[in-house]
């Protein structure tokens, strides 16, 4: 029997890519999950698939930036099912930019949605979590939170602060029976990549220098991140490159800064980037 069965599972950003993925995987090894997303129709989509599989979901049009509506979302669960197993912290956007061209707006909103979209849920589950003396946080961070990059700085930001946020919250979740890990991926191929805001970048000439097979399927992704759920990780690091990357910012710091200077250079030279 899989260890989600009859689980209770929150889901954020669950209307596409990794949530999506998640979702149905969950609902597939017998989760009851509550499925939500900024967009109503793409998470009655989700929510639809997984009926017609047989599986069970409840879908919510919640923005994770509103602390409010996460508040009412993770209550109206507990309420309706008595407890709350796993709660995925996973809806996120990214604005690629050089930093230099990137506007106050654009920092309040990365940082409204990606960090404090978890700290939302953090906020409102983990109180509930303590009290019942069991539960999991899930957070979805990315590489880009274990090593920097260029012309992200403020998805980078936003990043850094759920892998510290997961880690610190691990420390104290242990002693109260609470699990709390960091997801995070590499190169994902969703819709992230295109529906994102660009800002002095040609988005074209970006995606021709991700090569396709440095990606993994947002299926294979949400497999990787319920292994790694299974087995308590710290870090769950998907995708070879993110765990070689991971382990050479642990190595060399400055090595991977001169990596990343010279793919930025390499960048403005070549017009991907405008200075
Ligand atoms: P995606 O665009 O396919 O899915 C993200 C979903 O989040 C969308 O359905 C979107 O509507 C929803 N969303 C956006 N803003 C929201 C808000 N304010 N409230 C609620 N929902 C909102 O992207 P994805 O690649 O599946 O990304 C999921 C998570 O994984 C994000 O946190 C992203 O930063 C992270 N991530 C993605 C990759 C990748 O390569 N795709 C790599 C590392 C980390």
């Not at 997984?50 to 049009?61: K, M, N, V, Y």
């Not at 923005?63 to 996120?92: C, E, P, Q």
């Not at 819709?191 to 805001?197: L, N, P, R, V, Y």
Request: glycine share 10%.
């Amino acid at each position: 029997m899989s260890s989600f069965q009859g689980k209770v599972a929150i889901i954020t950003g669950a209307g596409s890519g990794i949530g999506k993925g998640l979702a149905e995987e969950l609902a597939r090894r017998g989760g009851q999950v509550v499925i939500s997303d900024i967009n109503s129709e793409r998470i009655e989509k989700t929510a639809q698939g997984i009926r017609a599989a047989g599986g069970q979901a409840t879908a919510l049009r919640v923005d994770v930036s509103d602390y409010d509506a996460v508040k009412k979302m993770i209550d109206d669960t507990v309420a309706a099912h008595g407890r709350l197993d796993y709660l995925f912290n996973n809806a996120g956007i990214a604005i690629a930019s050089p930093a230099h061209a990137f506007a106050i707006d654009d920092w309040r909103k990365i940082l409204q949605i990606n960090l404090f979209g978890v700290v939302h849920g953090v906020a409102v589950a983990y109180p509930i979590m303590v009290k019942q003396g069991f539960g999991h946080i899930i957070n979805t961070a990315s590489v880009e939170g274990l090593a920097p990059f260029p012309a992200t700085a403020g998805y980078v930001t936003s990043k850094y602060g759920v892998v510290g946020l997961s880690s610190a919250l691990r420390i104290e979740g242990a002693a109260h029976g609470v699990k709390v890990s960091a997801v995070c991926p590499g190169y994902v191929k969703t819709a992230i990549f295109t529906d994102s805001k660009v800002i002095n970048i040609d988005r074209q000439k970006q995606l021709e220098g991700l090569p396709d097979w440095l990606g993994v399927t947002p299926e294979e992704c949400a497999k990787t991140i319920l292994c790694g759920v299974e087995q308590n990780q710290a870090f769950i690091v998907v995708s070879l490159i993110a765990k070689f990357l991971w382990w050479l910012n642990r190595i060399s710091p400055n090595l991977v800064i001169w990596i990343m200077s010279k793919m930025y250079r390499n960048a403005l030279t070549k017009g991907v980037i405008q200075a």
